[in-house]
C-alpha cells in the first residue's frame, strides 16, 4: 500500500519502521508539510499515494508565540492548506491528527492556558472539516499521548539531538495504530465475535451458583463484567456479529438472559447461539455453516486457557486472543480487541440491520427445509429486486461490498470509497447496485455490478459482478444480470465481455457464466477465463422475483 | 546474549551472532545518524540506560555502547 506521511517534524525513525508491504513518501527534508500538500504537482502527490496521514506536533505548529488570536489564526492557516488538499484530492483519504501542546512556557497558577485553548480550536478545526469532507478522517494522535503519557511518548533528548520528538515506545504505537487505519480503509477486518459464557459475560459458573449467584452488577466486583458487556453491545451496534459458544445447560443460560436485572446483552443481542456439550471447534464449524461466514471471519473469546488451545489447535483460522488474567483489565481488553480485529472507518446502514439479516437467513433456512420443492421455496420468498445507477448515498455500501465480497465475486477487485466515487462520475464506468426485500425482511444493496462501457461504443466490459452470500443460491444474479443487459442493449451496446479471475475462495462462480450463457474465449494455466455474450443473443432468463428499477 | 547487542542488531538489521564489541559502527551498512538515535533511544527506553548527549561523540564501536549497560549492571 502506497501512503504518505507528512509531518512538521521528523519522522524519519517511524517512516523506516513501516513493513515492506508499505511503500511510504514523507516529503524532501522535514518541515516541508505544506508545500507537498498545496502543489498538486509536489512529491507527495506524483508518488499517488492511496492514503495520506498528516501527523503534527502541537508545540512545533504553535511556535510562533503572541497573542491569543494571533495563534489561533496561525493555526486556521495551517489547517487551510489540510482542507484545501482535501478538497482538491477528493480520492485520497486523509487522516488527520489531533494536536498535543505541552505546556512548557513557565507561568503562574491563574495565567492563561493558551495551549489548552489551542488544542481545542484545532480540534474543532478538525471536526469541521470531518463533516464537511468524507475524505477527512481524524488521527488522534493527543488520544495516543493520553494513553501513554507525555513522559514516555515523547523524548526531549531525540529532539535535541535529530528533530524527533517521539520516543521508541511512542512509534511503535503509532505505527500500530496506522496499520490499523489502513486495515480499516482496506475493509480488513473479521465478521463475528464468539464468547463464551461463565467467566467470561459474567463472573462464576450459573450452573452452580444459580442466575443470582453469579457476578454481574453496576458497581463494584460485577460491574467488570457489565462494563464488558456494555463494550460488547456498542460492537455489535458497530455491524459486528454476535455469537454464543459455551458448554453449559441452555436453560441455565437462558435463564441469565432472561431474568437478570444487570445482563447488558440479551438473547436477541445475539445471531446464533451454541450452548450445549458439544467440543467447542464442532460448534464454531457449524456457526460456519449456517452463516454462511468462513472460519477465517471468527474470533474467539473464553476465559478458560484449555478450551482457547483446543479451538487454536483445530481450527488455526479462527483468531484466538488471549483472555486477562486479571479480570479488572476486561473492559481495555475488549477496546483492543475491538480495534484489532474490527476496526472501521465509518458507519453504514447496512452495519446496523445486519445482525437482523444474518438472523432473518436462519429463519429462511427453515422455509427451505419446509417447502415441498426449490422453485416452491424461491416464490414463496416473494422477492423483489430493486436496480438502479449508484448515486453518491451509495458508494460507502458499494466500496464496502467490495472489500468484503469473497464468495460469490467474478474478478474480487477491491476498491476504496474514493474509488468509486470516480466510478460513479465517469462517463466510461457504470456502476449497478440492486437492493432485495422478501417476506422475511429488508436485505438492502447485496449485489453490485460496474461497468466499463464507452458512451456510443459497442463492447461493455464487466469489470466486477458480485453478490452478498447473503442471497446466493436464490437466482437473483440471474434478474440482475438480465436487467442490465436489457439496459445496455437498449442503449446501442451489442457485446458483453466478461472474465472470471479464481481466488481461493470464489469457486462458487467458477462456472457462472458458463450457466448464464456466456462463450468461454479462453482459459489460461492458472484459471482465469475470458467470456463473450453477443446482447442480440442473449438466452431467456429465468426469474424467480420481482425485478423493479429504483 | 547481551540485550543491547538484540536492540543493535535489531536496528542494523544483522543477525545478532554478526556483531562483536570490536566492530566500528561505521563498518555496518545500515548504521547512520538516525541508527546511532534509535539505539540510543531504544536503550534509554528498554534497558533503562541513559548514555548523555556530552559523551554520545565518545562511541565508535560496538562495546561503547555495552559499557553503558554493563555500568548500569553494577
Redesign the interface.
Known amino acids: 500500500m502506497k501512503l504518505g506521511v507528512l509531518s512538521n517534524i521528523n519522522l ?2 517511524l517512516v ?1 519502521k513501516f513493513p515492506d508491504a508499505f511503500a511510504v513518501y514523507s516529503g524532501e527534508g522535514f518541515g516541508t508539510w505544506i508545500p507537498e500538500l498545496s502543489r498538486t504537482d509536489s512529491g507527495l502527490f506524483s508518488f499517488s499515494p492511496e492514503v495520506v496521514f498528516v501527523v503534527l506536533d502541537g508545540e512545533e505548529l504553535v511556535r510562533v508565540a503572541g497573542e491569543k488570536q494571533e495563534v489561533m489564526a496561525e493555526l486556521e492557516e495551517n489547517f487551510q492548506y489540510i482542507t484545501a488538499a482535501a478538497r482538491e484530492h477528493p480520492s485520497i483519504p486523509f487522516f488527520v491528527s489531533t494536536i498535543d501542546i505541552p505546556p512548557s512556557r513557565i507561568s503562574f497558577l491563574r495565567d492563561e492556558r493558551m495551549e489548552h485553548a489551542a488544542e481545542c480550536h484545532w480540534r474543532g478545526l478538525l471536526e469541521k472539516a470531518r463533516v464537511s469532507f468524507p475524505n477527512v478522517i481524524p488521527f488522534d494522535l493527543a488520544q495516543l499521548v493520553s494513553h501513554l503519557g507525555r513522559e ?1 511518548f515523547y ?1 526531549r ?2 529532539w ?3 528533530g ?1 520528538k517521539f ?3 511512542a512509534e511503535s504505537l503509532l505505527l500500530e495504530e496506522m496499520e490499523r487505519c489502513c486495515d480499516a480503509l482496506r475493509g480488513i477486518r473479521k465478521k463475528c465475535l464468539i464468547l463464551d459464557l461463565d467467566n467470561t459475560l459474567w463472573g462464576g459458573v450459573v450452573g452452580e451458583e444459580g442466575v443470582h449467584g453469579i457476578e454481574l452488577s453496576e458497581f463494584q466486583q460485577g460491574a467488570r463484567f457489565k462494563d464488558f458487556q456494555k463494550r460488547l453491545k456498542e460492537i455489535k451496534q458497530l455491524g459486528v456479529l454476535l455469537a454464543v459458544v459455551s458448554k453449559n445447560n441452555l436453560g441455565d443460560a437462558l435463564e441469565v438472559f432472561r431474568d437478570h436485572p444487570h445482563m447488558v446483552l440479551r438473547e436477541d443481542d445475539f445471531t446464533a447461539m451454541k450452548v450445549n456439550w458439544n467440543r467447542k471447534a464442532q460448534n464454531i464449524r457449524e456457526l460456519a455453516e449456517e452463516l454462511n461466514i468462513g472460519l477465517d471471519s471468527f474470533v474467539f473469546l473464553d476465559d478458560n486457557p484449555v478450551e482457547r488451545g483446543l479451538v487454536k489447535q483445530e481450527l488455526p483460522e479462527v483468531e484466538v486472543p488471549a483472555f486477562p488474567e486479571d479480570t479488572a483489565q476486561l473492559q481495555e481488553f475488549i477496546q483492543g480487541v475491538y480495534r484489532k480485529f474490527f476496526l472501521k472507518i465509518d458507519l453504514t446502514e447496512e452495519d446496523t440491520k445486519k445482525h437482523l439479516q444474518y438472523r432473518q437467513n436462519f429463519q429462511r433456512e427453515q422455509a427451505k427445509k419446509t417447502s415441498a420443492s426449490f422453485e416452491e421455496f424461491l416464490l414463496g420468498l416473494q422477492t423483489r429486486l430493486t436496480i438502479w445507477e449508484a448515486r453518491e448515498q451509495d458508494v460507502r455500501r458499494v466500496a464496502q461490498l467490495t472489500q468484503k465480497t469473497n464468495q460469490f465475486n467474478l474478478t474480487t477487485k477491491r476498491y476504496l470509497e474514493s474509488e468509486i466515487h470516480e466510478f460513479v462520475r465517469a462517463r466510461e464506468y457504470r456502476v449497478f447496485v440492486g437492493s432485495v426485500t422478501d417476506r422475511f425482511g429488508d436485505s438492502g444493496i447485496v449485489g453490485v455490478m460496474i461497468l466499463k462501457a464507452e458512451p456510443g461504443g459497442t463492447d461493455v466490459f464487466l469489470d466486477s459482478f458480485l453478490m452478498s452470500c447473503r442471497v446466493m443460491g436464490r437466482f437473483i444474479e440471474d434478474s440482475f444480470l438480465g436487467f442490465v443487459e436489457k439496459r445496455m442493449a437498449g442503449e446501442g451496446f451489442g457485446v458483453f465481455h466478461a472474465q472470471y479471475l479464481p481466488t481461493n475462495k470464489n469457486k462458487p462462480v467458477r462456472s457462472l457464466l458458463e450457466r448464464l450463457g456466456f462463450a468461454l474465449v479462453s482459459e489460461d494455466p492458472e484459471g482465469r477465463k475470458k467470456y463473450l455474450l453477443e446482447l442480440g443473443k442473449k438466452p431467456e432468463r429465468k426469474s424467480f422475483c420481482e425485478v423493479v428499477e429504483g | 546474549m547481551s540485550p543491547v547487542l538484540s536492540i543493535i542488531a535489531k536496528i542494523l538489521r544483522v543477525p545478532e551472532t554478526g556483531i562483536q564489541p570490536d566492530d566500528k559502527m561505521d563498518s555496518f551498512g545500515n548504521y547512520d545518524s538516525l541508527a546511532f538515535l534509535q539505539i540510543v533511544a531504544e536503550m534509554e527506553e528498554k534497558l533503562g540506560v541513559s548514555i548523555r548527549m556530552e559523551e554520545m561523540k565518545n562511541i565508535t564501536k560496538i562495546g561503547d555502547f555495552l559499557r553503558y549497560y554493563q555500568g548500569a549492571d553494577a
Open positions: 524519519d525513525s523506516r514516555r523524548s533528548k531525540l535535541y539531538l535529530g524527533m520516543s521508541m515506545t
